[in-house]
């Protein structure tokens, strides 16, 4: 690490050189008192606060007393002291001797002082500048519950779970990553409720991380996952602060990245990516029908196709006599066998998925719907694709869209052609092989080093009521077992009767 020096006119020239005398950066001087000593105010335009930085540098720069001192003998020292003195009533202030320590102060929106004759800056917190509003969620929309969504601002979205959680156990711990980048990056969790040995191997797993940039917390999730060839998602992201606040009171850990409104949980299992928020701002029957509902989608998205295609190649004698002419009148003058069928709409209905979300969203939205009409109708009148098919794949489209999570919607898209692809080639035997393997492969997943499959693999049955179904909110009196293990009790059956720290 290079000190800083003690003359002002090397220090700005070294910080033009290094910065390449970028045209925010902003260098106000000043003359105090009649020593003539110099003093520069440095700060980022558009990372600041520009009333806080006019308070601040203003307060520093009203030097008019100095107990009775005669303005020709006061020395730079003096200056240094009486500002770094000052600096302690008006901010959160720091001394810095070195050009890394000044540079990340710098642009994270702080102002730097350099008094000449002195080497050493005084640093005063005056970050700001622009940010997003607090808006409502758009990827994960509740039609009950908070609208508010995390912001690209990372202490605005610790406040928002703040607000909601308002205990003195509620712990941030913060560290930089990325070398170049230096992002800064959030865990927050409970003490006493956090189960402190996902808590460490998280810790452990992000000080390896050794990149240049964390530009969004996708480049976490990537870089901590245990099994990077799993189509599957091992942890959760999130824009609602009431969904990280409810996974934080059952122990888990909460991610913040700042410049990115997504948040990572960890532990994950593979049940929580079919649950919403909501499903506990409604009632118990409610919300079970809507899950076994999501449930059933997740079945159709991944085996509707293949199980159509598969029962038309090999298993015939499975479908009523009167359906199956009906089919085989349908598919009469297609030219192409089921699998290319399902294929070439399953490609053609991603394709207009896509454009849809990449095109501006009134547009998008008329797009996918008239595209989707427009094309399935031509395709059948064409004899490319028989309505048949357009009707399997529509629904499949359809039911992928009831996944709350948006990552696994996205694996189970691009697990469905594989299982197209062995049911053409082998049936139902071959669908079946297939689910074992993927059954196998989930149970041996693992989250932070626990089970992904959990509560089902291994097998909880305490933990069933919040998993497939829910039961109503007073017997879910217990904290995920496996994931907590420390305090396990969150609401008395009888009150007065709840204990803080129950042992399992």
Not at 175 to 202: E, F, P, R, W
Not at 297 to 315: E, K, R, T
Request: net charge neutral; glycine share 6%; proline share 4%.
């Amino acid at each position: 690490m290079m000190s800083i020096s003690s003359s002002l006119t090397d220090n700005l020239d070294q910080l033009r050189e290094r910065l390449g005398n970028s045209p925010d950066i902003i260098i106000r001087k000043f003359t105090l008192m009649s020593a003539q000593i110099q003093v520069a105010a440095i700060y980022v335009e558009g990372l600041i606060e520009k009333a806080v930085v006019e308070e601040f540098v203003g307060h520093m720069m009203s030097i008019d007393s100095f107990d009775g001192k005669h303005p020709e003998i006061i020395s730079a020292k003096d200056i240094f002291a009486f500002m770094k003195e000052k600096a302690r009533n008006v901010s959160e202030e720091k001394i810095i001797k070195d050009w890394d320590v000044l540079f990340e102060a710098l642009f994270s929106g702080n102002t730097i002082l350099l008094i000449d004759g002195i080497g050493e800056a005084i640093r005063g917190n005056t970050s700001g500048g622009e940010v997003r509003s607090v808006t409502e969620a758009t990827t994960q929309v509740a039609i009950r519950g908070s609208k508010e969504s995390f912001t690209e601002s990372l202490g605005t979205n610790l406040s928002l779970v703040r607000r909601k959680i308002k205990s003195p156990n509620l712990w941030i711990e913060t560290m930089k990553i990325g070398d170049v980048t230096q992002t800064n990056v959030s865990l927050m969790y409970i003490h006493g409720i956090v189960n402190d040995k996902a808590l460490q191997a998280l810790k452990k797993k992000l000080q390896a991380i050794d990149v240049d940039a964390i530009l969004e917390s996708g480049y976490i999730e990537q870089l901590i996952e245990e099994n990077v060839f799993s189509p599957f998602p091992t942890l959760y992201n999130t824009e609602r602060p009431d969904s990280v606040a409810g996974n934080i009171l059952e122990g888990r850990v909460a991610i913040f990245v700042d410049g990115t409104p997504f948040v990572l949980i960890a532990p994950t299992s593979f049940f929580m990516f079919f649950h919403a928020v909501e499903d506990y701002y409604q009632r118990f029957d409610i919300s079970t029908f809507i899950r076994l509902l999501r449930f059933m989608c997740l079945i159709i998205s991944l085996f509707g196709p293949a199980v159509f295609i598969a029962a038309l190649n090999f298993h015939q004698e499975m479908i009523p006599t009167s359906l199956l002419i009906n089919l085989a009148s349908q598919r009469e003058g297609v030219p192409f066998p089921a699998f290319i069928e399902a294929l070439m709409m399953e490609v053609t209905f991603e394709i207009i998925r896509e454009a849809g979300i990449r095109m501006p969203s009134p547009i998008g939205q008329t797009v996918s719907i008239i595209g989707g009409l427009v094309l399935g109708q031509a395709a059948v009148q064409a004899g490319i694709i028989s309505p048949a098919m357009v009707i399997v794949v529509s629904l499949t489209g359809i039911s992928s869209f009831a996944t709350p999570a948006f990552n696994m919607a996205l694996s189970i898209r691009i697990l469905r052609f594989t299982i197209m692809f062995v049911a053409a080639f082998m049936g139902l035997y071959g669908i079946s092989i297939l689910l074992f393997i993927l059954i196998a492969h989930m149970c041996s997943l693992r989250s932070l080093g626990f089970p992904y499959m959990s509560p089902l693999g291994p097998f909880i049955a305490e933990n069933h009521r919040d998993s497939i179904i829910r039961v109503p909110l007073k017997f879910m009196s217990k904290r995920p077992r496996l994931v907590n293990q420390k305090n396990i009790t969150r609401m008395a059956v009888d009150k007065g009767k709840r204990g803080d720290s129950d042992e399992s």
